[in-house]
């Protein structure tokens, strides 16, 4: 099963930029790369997904290397709200096993 | 609204006293799937649903039971909950379990064995 690596925890300033790093060498060629985020005593909620090409929507952007080993998540202007857990996993063609791990715990400052 | 439930939101039980905890989505979504999640440890998927009738195993379904007779419910069973399974449990849902398809959570339920 193809596995993510995140850092723990990452720190950033209010209406800066946040670039949130993902490592996925063991990617296959039909794995998709989401990009999930938990509030404070919330579920898990969708951010972003993508293949191969970079995709943005209207709460990030993912870019995705070349070679798809690693992905950055986007953040373009860090609010306090976007304080979260920020997990990326591999979500394949049959889709049903999936791999969370432990997310960046991102922390977000005034 | 479009969205998972859960029930209970909180339950604090006894050990070896057998619980379910339900999941329901309005979404006739096709894939659903039960996850714990444990301070340290992230997410850990249990069981999952590819459709009706269809249950397979995640990385951690010791000491769980699954089912999904219908679409929109995938109910969690604990026969003899212990206290290793004290946690916070997240249901969730998606289209068809393609890579292309997001997963849509519930609200989570925290569960208590003494």
């Known amino acids: 099963d193809a596995k993510t690596t995140q850092p723990n925890s990452m720190e950033s300033n209010e209406e800066e930029p946040v670039h949130l790093p993902c490592n996925h060498s063991?990617?296959?060629?039909?794995?998709?790369i989401h990009w999930y985020r938990q509030l404070p005593s919330q579920g898990p909620e969708y951010v972003i997904h993508?293949?191969?090409s970079n995709v943005n929507n209207r709460m990030a952007s993912l870019a995705i290397a070349e070679d798809r080993k690693s992905s950055t998540l986007i953040l373009h202007r860090a609010t306090l709200r976007d304080a979260a857990v920020y997990y990326c996993i591999l979500r394949g063609n049959q889709g049903g096993k999936l791999i969370f791990g432990q997310g960046t715990e991102l922390s977000v400052k005034p | 609204e479009a969205q998972v439930t859960q029930n209970p939101r909180y339950l604090i039980t006894v050990t070896g006293k057998k619980l379910t905890v339900t999941c329901s989505q309005n979404m006739n979504h096709e894939y659903m799937s039960w996850y714990r999640q444990d301070p340290g440890l992230g997410l850990r998927q249990i069981y999952y649903?590819?459709?009706?009738?269809?249950?397979d195993k995640g990385d951690v379904p010791e000491g769980y039971k699954v089912s999904r007779k219908e679409k929109r419910n995938f109910p969690l069973i604990l026969e003899s909950p212990s206290p290793n399974q004290t946690s916070l449990y997240f249901c969730?849902?998606?289209?068809?379990?393609?890579?292309?398809?997001?997963?849509?959570f519930g609200p989570g339920t925290r569960l208590t064995v003494t």
């Open positions: 063991t990617i296959s060629g039909t794995d998709y």
């Open positions: 969730a849902s998606s289209p068809p379990p393609g890579g292309v398809y997001e997963q849509y």
């Open positions: 993508g293949l191969t």
């Open positions: 649903s590819m459709n009706v009738e269809v249950t």
